[in-house]
Nanobody, 128 residues
Framework: QIHLAESGGDSVQAGGSLTLSCVYS?????MTWFRQVPGREREAVAS??????????YYADSVKGRFTISQDVDKNTVYLQMNSLKPEDTAMYIC??????????????????????WGQGTEVTVSS
């Protein structure tokens, strides 16, 4: 069973930066950062195919050019570097992972049902 643990959430001013970390317990396939705001649908933010060192990445349009997802396979960690933060980035950021060897169509990187493990989340608050 895959276990995920997020960290790095904090309160920052608009325009600031944060780096979130997601440590995974065992080999995984694609990993994706989602974010959740109370009363709104969970949104896929950034994704990486972790099963290869130069994994394919995808980003939501709302974060392209500001957020970067990366991995350190030696540390079993996936990162989300967030720059130029905006108040609308305020959310609980949740890490999700697919089992290694399980694949779906690339277009389905945003689909929650394709992920087999979820973390507890880390809170990000951006004030104006």
């Amino acid at each position: 069973q895959i276990h995920l643990a997020e960290s790095g959430g904090d309160s920052v001013q608009a325009g600031g930066s944060l780096t979130l970390s997601c440590v995974y317990s065992q080999g995984t396939g694609r990993m994706t950062w989602f974010r959740q705001v109370p009363g709104r649908e969970r949104e896929a933010v950034a994704s990486i195919n972790r099963s290869i060192r130069t994994g394919t990445t995808y980003y939501a349009d709302s974060v392209k050019g500001r957020f970067t997802i990366s991995q350190d396979v030696d540390k079993n960690t996936v990162y989300l570097q967030m720059n130029s933060l905006k108040p609308e980035d305020t959310a609980m950021y949740i890490c999700a992972a697919r089992k290694y060897g399980v694949s779906y169509r690339e277009i389905e990187w945003k689909e929650q049902w394709t992920y087999h493990a979820w973390g507890q989340g880390t809170e990000v608050t951006v004030s104006s």
